[in-house]
């Protein structure tokens, strides 16, 4: 699976944009963008997914650039419910073992 | 719907003795792994069951660890003679297919501490 980079953490105001980066550079043409999330004593959850189209959901959207090699997913209203741990991982969807492995990921803080 | 159910959330225990976890997957998910996450760290694979085929044990750490899957859904790992190495959270997740492009989903752990 290709590496991801992402800041090791952000801020951001409540009720404004949250946008978070990640850089995907040697990704492959048939791996996925998968964002995950955990809250302090929770389970990782998921956000979002996709391969090259732009996607949206309830959640959160999911922005892919012309060439994949990096995505943001923006948090449209960040609320200080949605302060934790956000980790980008790029996978195939077919690899024979499939199992996640998170990297370092961003801890986004959103402040009053 | 009801997510990935874990049980219990908590548990301590002494050095030596043995530990059940137990996950109960999302309904008609046939992918189900287990992982576990040390205190500040990322996930570690153990083990993944799909369908009947035989599980994938290579993420398993010793012998002292073994998981099974009754009847193509609940599942329990078993961690015995415990050290205090094993202290961390246990997570489970599922998906509906194995090689698909859907999401795993995760329960909320269980938090082992040995003491």
């Known amino acids: 699976d290709a590496k991801t980079t992402q800041p090791p953490s952000m801020d951001c105001a409540e009720g404004r944009a949250a946008n978070l980066p990640c850089n995907h550079s040697?990704?492959?043409?048939?791996?996925?963008v998968y964002w995950y999330r955990q809250i302090h004593s929770q389970g990782p959850q998921y956000i979002i997914h996709g391969l090259k189209n732009n996607e949206t959901n309830e959640m959160a959207s999911l922005i892919i650039t012309e060439d994949r090699k990096s995505s943001t997913l923006i948090l449209p209203h960040a609320t200080l419910r949605d302060t934790a741990v956000y980790y980008c991982i790029v996978r195939v969807a077919n690899n024979a073992g499939n199992m996640l492995t998170f990297g370092g990921g961003t801890r986004l803080m959103v402040k009053p | 719907g009801a997510g990935v159910s874990q049980s219990p959330s908590n548990k301590v225990t002494e050095k030596g003795k043995d530990v059940e976890l137990r996950c109960d997957p999302i309904s008609g998910h046939t992918a189900l792994y287990w992982y576990r996450q040390s205190l500040g760290q990322g996930l570690e694979f153990l083990i993944y069951f799909q369908g009947n085929s035989a599980p994938d044990k290579s993420g398993l750490p010793s012998d002292r660890f073994s998981a099974e899957r009754t009847g193509g859904s609940v599942s329990t790992l078993t961690i015995q003679r415990t050290q205090q190495e094993d202290s961390a959270v246990y997570l489970c997740a599922s998906t509906p297919l194995m090689g698909s492009n859907q999401p795993q989903h995760f329960g909320d752990g269980t938090r082992l501490s040995i003491l």
């Open positions: 040697t990704i492959s043409g048939n791996e996925y």
